[in-house]
């Protein structure tokens, strides 16, 4: 495969007769509205004669954006049957990802606090409010149960909003760290809570 990023003309481009991903206008918007924000940043996939394997929705955006060439990548090094089912691989594959919900939420909140259009991060306006609603106060606390985990055990807690994006803050850092090593518990915030608190006695405990 050749490494080497060129530029392309967008007019000598041939998109993928059966390209089975599908783009919106509202999509190719948003992509082109990413374009402008944070340039060409991902080359579109070429075989040898310019056919593009990956990037059907960049071009097409950049189509929308003007633009006259774009950045690519070559791979002629792919027979027919390998570069078919990359064109399906590259879609899929990405979209088999999943999200941490929590460090999505703390990633966005900060971003809106920096005052950064959330809208070019490509969530719709009913994700990110579903993501950044307010905690709902609480009413009459639930009854838990008691003894039926042993030796794990429930726990509550209230917290003001800004003290929970605190907490939720220190969960993400902790859990970032790794696994929490000589624990059997599988609940990666009681893993990371664990782990906080027995830092803090380890630099507190004694004073």
Not at 119 to 146: H, I, K, N, Y
Request: proline share 3%; with cysteine; net charge negative.
């Amino acid at each position: 495969m050749n490494h080497n990023i060129e530029q392309v003309a967008v007019e000598a481009l041939t998109p993928y007769a059966r390209n089975a991903r599908t783009h919106s206008p509202a999509q190719v918007a948003q992509i082109a509205g990413s374009i402008r924000e944070f340039g060409f940043i991902n080359p579109v996939i070429l075989d040898g004669e310019n056919g593009i394997i990956a990037g059907h929705g960049r071009v097409m955006a950049a189509q929308q954006l003007g633009l006259v060439t774009v950045p690519a990548l070559r791979a002629s090094h792919l027979d027919d049957a390998q570069r078919r089912a990359y064109v399906l691989a590259d879609n899929k594959l990405a979209i088999n990802a999943g999200w941490d919900d929590e460090l999505l939420r703390i990633e966005l909140i900060d971003l809106d606090a920096e005052g950064f259009d959330l809208a070019l991060t490509g969530f719709s306006d009913e994700e990110m409010a579903a993501l950044l609603q307010d905690v709902e106060p609480l009413g009459e606390m639930p009854v838990l149960r008691d003894g039926e985990r042993e030796p794990f055990r429930q726990m509550t807690f209230t917290l003001h909003d800004e003290q929970a994006e605190t907490v939720e803050a220190a969960l993400a850092v902790a859990r970032s760290m790794g696994a929490f090593v000589g624990q059997i518990n599988e609940n990666g915030n009681g893993n990371a809570l664990a782990r906080i608190c027995e830092l803090f006695l380890g630099q507190h405990g004694n004073s």
